[in-house]
T-cell receptor, first 116, second 114 residues
Framework: DADVTQTPRNRITKTGKRIMLECSQTKGHDRMYWYRQDPGLGLRLIYYSFDVKDINKGEISDGYSVSRQAQAKFSLSLESAIPNQTALYFC???????????????FGPGTRLTVL | GQQLNQSPQSMFIQEGEDVSMNCTSSSIFNTWLWYKQDPGEGPVLLIALYKAGELTSNGRLTAQFGITRKDSFLNISASIPSDVGIYFCAGQGGSGGSNYKLTFGKGTLLTVNP
């Protein structure tokens, strides 16, 4: 079974709709992240969470919100979807992030979101 | 924000050839990571580097952490068709960012002709 899972894998929605993307992990990691990938722009950080009570904005958080329901679950919501939010969305996890080994981030398979 | 310059943007090679790609930054990093992304999938970690000058191999892949801590390269030897994909470098920590944040390059698209 995959360590980091995302649902749904594909979603088509209309402008103005509220959408939730879900991420679950079995790696036992404390830290979870949401990224967006656009062609030619690489991966950009939307939100991150160091534990259940900790939520932080990344570089492109406008138009998005998150919820860390448990150590293993981190969901991303688009309150009112717009076409320029069409992208690939990835969840990632990492360990405590101490200096040296443990900083690596592990990615889920992604959700392809299309906003019409 | 921090920038990583990854080159080349794309490569078309014949099966059996060796491949080299690199990332450079104006900032120093404490960790360099190399990922591969297959179509329709998430990035998969290939190699992690933690010390300046470190040279690490993973099968046919070899990566090095530049001595200045501002660059890294990835080599693939004797390429095979399943090497096709997008390769990303990522830097973490140092003056380039904090221990949690990864700064990604824009990727190198590798195509291998059988």
């Amino acid at each position: 079974d995959a360590d980091v899972t995302q649902t749904p894998r594909n979603r088509i929605t209309k402008t103005g709709k509220r959408i939730m993307l879900e991420c679950s992990q079995t790696k036992g990691h404390d830290r979870m992240y949401w990224y967006r990938q656009d062609p030619g722009l690489g991966l950009r950080l939307i939100y991150y969470s160091f534990d259940v009570k900790d939520i932080n904005k990344g570089e492109i958080s406008d138009g998005y919100s998150v919820s860390r329901q448990a150590q293993a679950k981190f969901s991303l919501s688009l309150e009112s979807a717009i076409p320029n939010q069409t992208a690939l969305y990835f969840c990632a996890t990492s360990d405590l992030g101490l200096a040296g080994a443990g900083n690596e981030q592990f990615f889920g398979p992604g959700t392809r979101l299309t906003v019409l | 924000g921090q920038q990583l310059n990854q080159s080349p943007q794309s490569m078309f090679i014949q099966e059996g050839e060796d491949v080299s790609m690199n990332c450079t930054s104006s900032s120093i990093f404490n960790t360099w990571l190399w990922y591969k992304q297959d179509p329709g999938e998430g990035p998969v970690l290939l190699i992690a580097l933690y010390k300046a000058g470190e040279l690490t191999s993973n099968g046919r892949l070899t990566a090095q952490f530049g001595i200045t801590r501002k660059d890294s390269f990835l080599n693939i030897s004797a390429s095979i068709p399943s090497d096709v994909g997008i390769y990303f470098c990522a830097g973490q920590g140092g003056s380039g960012g904090s221990n949690y944040k990864l700064t990604f390059g824009k990727g190198t698209l590798l195509t291998v002709n059988p």
